[in-house]
C-alpha cells in the first residue's frame, strides 16, 4: 500500500535560517511527487511538483525538492526562511486508482514555524 | 478567474441534523474530491468523482453523502450519522489526462457541531 510520511510535525526555525522539512513515502508503482502549503483556514497551494526528469525541483517561494528514488525521499529546501513561510506543509504521492485518474495520498503535515 | 469555490467559510450544526456542503468549480475539470482534515492528522479522502452522476467512497466515507448531477457541482451532504464531523472540509478537482496532475483545492469549509 501506498503511504506518505513526514517525519517533523513541528519544524521551528529562526528567520534567514535554512530549512529541511524531510519527506517519505512507499509505492510499489511509479510516482508522481507533490509539496503542498497551507496557511491558517484556507486550502492548499501547490508549492512544486516532481513528474519526471531533473531530480531536483523549482519551487514556488524559493522553495526546491529532490527526488531520492533510492532512499524513497522528496524532502522541501529553503536556503533562507521568511516569516511568511509559516505554514503548514502536506507531501503527497499521486497513485493510480481507476479510469486514468489519480489519488492524492498525503502525509500528516509539518507545521514550520519562523520566528524573528 | 478559474477555481474551485466552497461556501460557506463557516458552518455551525447542531448534533442530529444534516447538513450541506458546497463546492463548485469553473476548471472544466472531470474530476472532484473532498477530504476532511483534522489536525495532526493530514487529508483524509471522504468521497470522488470521476464523471457526471457518477462517485465512489474513500477512505472515510461513512456518515456522508455526495452527488454529482452537474459537471460543475460536488455537493457533500454530512448526515447524522457521522460520529464526529467536527471538521475542516476541502474540495479539489483535477483534470483527466493523465495520472501525473496535481489537484486544485477550495479554500475550505469548517464545520463545527454545537
Known amino acids: 500500500a501506498q503511504s506518505v510520511t513526514q517525519l517533523d510535525s513541528q519544524v521551528p526555525v529562526f528567520e534567514e535560517a535554512p530549512v529541511e522539512l524531510r519527506c517519505n513515502y512507499s509505492s510499489s508503482v511509479s510516482v508522481y511527487l507533490f509539496w503542498y502549503v497551507q496557511y491558517p483556514n484556507q486550502g492548499l497551494q501547490l508549492l512544486l511538483k516532481y513528474l519526471s526528469g531533473s531530480t531536483l525541483v523549482k519551487g514556488i517561494n524559493g522553495f526546491e525538492a529532490e527526488f531520492n528514488k533510492s532512499q524513497t525521499s522528496f524532502h522541501l529546501r529553503k536556503p533562507s526562511v521568511h516569516i511568511s513561510d509559516t505554514a503548514e506543509y502536506f507531501c503527497?504521492?499521486?497513485?493510480?486508482?481507476?479510469?486514468?485518474?489519480?489519488?492524492?495520498?498525503f502525509g500528516a503535515g509539518t507545521r514550520l514555524a519562523v520566528h524573528p | 478567474d478559474g477555481g474551485i469555490t466552497q461556501s460557506p467559510k463557516y458552518l455551525f450544526r447542531k448534533e442530529g441534523q444534516n447538513v450541506t456542503l458546497s463546492c463548485e468549480q469553473n476548471l472544466n475539470h472531470d474530476a472532484m474530491y473532498w477530504y476532511r482534515q483534522d489536525p495532526g492528522q493530514g487529508l483524509r479522502l471522504i468521497y470522488y468523482?470521476?464523471?457526471?452522476?457518477?462517485?465512489q467512497k474513500g477512505d472515510i466515507a461513512e456518515g456522508y453523502s455526495v452527488s454529482r448531477e452537474k459537471k460543475e457541482s460536488f455537493p457533500l451532504t454530512v448526515t447524522s450519522a457521522q460520529k464526529n464531523p467536527t471538521a475542516f472540509y476541502l474540495c479539489?478537482?483535477?483534470?483527466?489526462?493523465?495520472?501525473?496532475?496535481?489537484?486544485?483545492f477550495g479554500q475550505g469549509t469548517r464545520l463545527t457541531v454545537v
Open positions: 503527497a504521492v499521486s497513485v493510480p486508482f481507476s479510469g486514468g485518474y489519480n489519488k492524492l495520498i
Open positions: 468523482s470521476q464523471i457526471v452522476n457518477d462517485f
Open positions: 479539489a478537482s483535477s483534470p483527466r489526462d493523465s495520472m501525473n496532475t496535481e489537484a486544485f
